[in-house]
């Protein structure tokens, strides 16, 4: 698969498999292209008709910290205190006569368990992984993609053009 290197409405786009796709216009950012469609929603184009897709897709991990055992016990001990949280307030719900003291003993049950399993599932690693990440797909440039029987129509709107009488009932 080519990638575009300009946003010149109505061309070709390949191994678009359901319909024919057309980009309107490649932009550089997802904000940019969100942008786009917002403009196009805002002249009444009908946007179920196109399409963002971004090209020239990477992997990039940003490193947080360092994980040791007892950082991956205090992170399993806090989602433990949230799933306790939660199961305290199902027996709540169930069984009002238990009051507080089943919350208490949920979220101290959760954290304990929570806090065993965070080390013990980091400690398996055997430290091949003693860091903590975040992972997000980024593109190089982000196609705004519009069926091709609605590319000039999506043209003229993105080009502040008012949307024709004649087309409100096609939405």
């Known amino acids: 698969m080519t990638t575009p290197s300009n946003g010149s409405a109505g061309r070709l786009v390949p191994n678009t498999a359901e319909m024919d796709y057309r980009i309107l216009k490649t932009v550089a950012s997802y904000e940019q292209a969100q942008e786009l469609v917002d403009r196009l929603s805002d002249g009444g184009f009908p946007v179920e008709k196109s399409r963002i897709v971004g ?9 947080t ?7 991956a016990a205090g992170r399993g001990a806090l989602g433990g205190l949230w799933f ?7 027996f709540l719900i169930l069984a009002p006569a238990s009051g507080l003291m089943m919350i208490l003993l949920a979220l101290g049950f959760g954290a304990v368990w929570g806090a065993v399993f965070g080390a013990l599932g980091h400690a398996a690693t055997r430290g091949r992984r003693d860091f903590s990440s975040i992972q997000v ?34 939405r």
């Open 137 to 170: 797909m980024e593109a190089e440039s982000y196609d705004v993609l519009v069926e091709a029987t609605h590319i000039t129509l999506a043209a003229q709107v993105a080009d502040g053009q008012p949307m024709p009488e004649d087309t409100e009932g096609t």
């Open 55 to 63: 090209t020239g897709l990477r992997s990039v991990e940003q490193i």
């Open 84 to 90: 306790g949280l939660m199961i305290g307030l199902l």
């Open 65 to 71: 910290g360092r994980m040791t055992t007892g950082r």
